[in-house]
């Protein structure tokens, strides 16, 4: 009788390898997808929650906060000291309503002592539902503060297209010393974009020089904290900011304004084919970035009469 044999042979377990190299090979990309879609999931539902706090705004104040508070002009309003006091934005306004009060009292306390922005305890506190948990450069910290991947949408051109202290005429949801009511908002709240994604460029932390502008709540100005609709979402046409702040990538390219020139930041996401934005009825939508141009941007006005067909 022959012996039996007790192990495999090189030829077997080499087969087995490849087998189980190639289910790895067919796996990885399905297991990738299903993180993705989990990860754009709790997006939507960050952007859902952000939108839902801007209805409680709303009703509490009757009017959705502004954009920010002090204008690219650096005029003297609506009661600090100098232009350059007021440099925070919605992002703080609605931190009562998702549940970070106890933040909001901080920082406001130090607001009320005609502190600049950047300088105010507490502004480094990352706040979660302000990150998207598909940019990995998240969270973004600089001495400046904490900055977060959800802006609100200031229209659909670039700021000062329309000349000096245009900043505070555009026809979007949040701009300077913005009163935006929802009764303003006669395209519809369906039909109307009220805050969307961009790519952060990651800081070196609270003691690093800040680098890139983008995104920062604390340091709003040269529209470095809203969005303009000018281009379609993902768009290769970089963003325009002030020399000396921002980093130039593939993911979140950019240029420099210059003396007089454009700004602009436009919508971006490391979700594959498109970005999420909430509407002004807080609800969340997909948009893929072959959106027509003329619906993009129309979307983005909260009263310019645009017929939202294609939306």
Not at 24 to 45: D, F, Y
Request: proline fraction near 5%; aromatic fraction near 10%.
């Amino acid at each position: 009788m022959s012996k039996s044999r007790s192990a495999f042979t090189l030829v077997e377990l080499l087969v087995v390898i490849a087998i189980i190299g190639v289910l790895i090979a067919l796996l990885l990309p399905a297991v990738q997808q299903a993180r993705e879609a989990a990860r754009r999931m709790s997006c939507g539902n960050n952007l859902k929650q952000l939108g839902i706090a801007m209805h409680n705004y709303h009703d509490t104040y009757r009017v959705f906060p502004s954009g920010y508070y002090q204008t690219l002009g650096y005029d003297v309003r609506p009661y600090n000291t100098s232009g350059h006091q007021q440099r925070y934005c919605y992002a703080r306004s609605i931190l009562p309503f998702i549940e970070q009060t106890a933040l909001w009292e901080l920082l406001d306390a130090g607001q009320k002592l005609n502190t600049p922005s950047w300088q105010i305890p507490g502004i480094t506190q990352v706040v979660p539902g302000y990150m998207c948990p598909s940019d990995g450069a998240g969270p973004k910290l600089s001495k400046e503060g904490f900055g977060g991947n959800y802006l609100g949408f200031h229209g659909d051109s670039r700021y000062y297209d329309q000349g000096w202290n245009a900043d505070e005429r555009m026809n979007g949801m949040f701009f300077a010393l913005s009163k935006v009511r929802m009764a303003d908002v006669t395209d519809g709240t369906s039909n109307t974009m009220m805050m969307g994604e961009i790519n952060l460029i990651p800081e070196g932390g609270v003691d690093a020089t800040v680098t890139d502008r983008r995104g920062m709540y604390n340091m709003c100005y040269t529209g470095n904290a809203t969005l303009s609709a000018n281009v379609t979402p993902n768009s290769l046409t970089p963003d325009v900011q002030e020399a000396g702040r921002f980093v130039n990538t593939d993911y979140a390219p950019a240029v420099s304004a210059g003396s007089g020139g454009v700004y602009a930041t436009y919508a971006r996401s490391r979700h594959p084919g498109g970005v999420q934005v909430v509407l002004v009825d807080a609800s969340v939508r997909f948009v893929p970035e072959t959106i027509d141009t003329y619906v993009w941007k129309g979307a983005a006005t909260r009263s310019n009469g645009e017929v939202a067909s294609q939306w």
